[in-house]
């Protein structure tokens, strides 16, 4: 009895440890989603090479948060926004949170709320969620 006790405690645990886990996409996999949306959506490319927004910031730009990988700029229609990718779940949220802005997995979509088409893309495409009062939205 105490042995199926000790057994059910830990089939429990091994559930929920797995239900837990972050997933987290590539670069290649979310411009994928994305373009299967709306096949307007193009990479831009920086001007020079190096010359491209960077996790660090520069010439007086904002850093991005804690675990930033990479930024890709990316046109939509008329639009551009940031794609800016994320070692973990945990820090998109974070950085979202603090900007205000929308994330998906690993990813946080920035210079996109307050653009009706752009939230929309970002919604639609991704199921991607805004974080209010410490709310997902």
Do not use: H
Request: aromatic share 10%; proline share 3%.
């Amino acid at each position: 009895m105490v042995f199926m006790g000790k057994s059910f405690v830990l089939l429990l645990f091994i559930l929920f440890s797995c239900t837990d886990k972050e997933e987290i996409i590539g670069r290649l996999q979310l411009f994928e989603q994305g373009t299967s949306y709306d096949d307007s959506v193009k990479l831009v490319l920086a001007d020079e090479l190096g010359k491209g927004p960077i996790c660090e910031g520069r010439d007086g730009e904002l850093p991005y948060g804690e675990g930033c990988l990479k930024i890709s700029v990316v046109k939509v229609g008329l639009l551009e926004l940031r794609c800016i990718e994320f070692n973990s779940v945990k820090n998109a949220k974070k950085e979202a949170r603090r900007l205000n802005e929308y994330f998906y997995k690993n990813w946080v979509f920035d210079e996109v709320n307050g653009e009706p088409p752009l939230e929309s893309f970002v919604k639609n495409a991704f199921g991607a969620r805004l974080i209010k009062n410490n709310e997902e939205i």
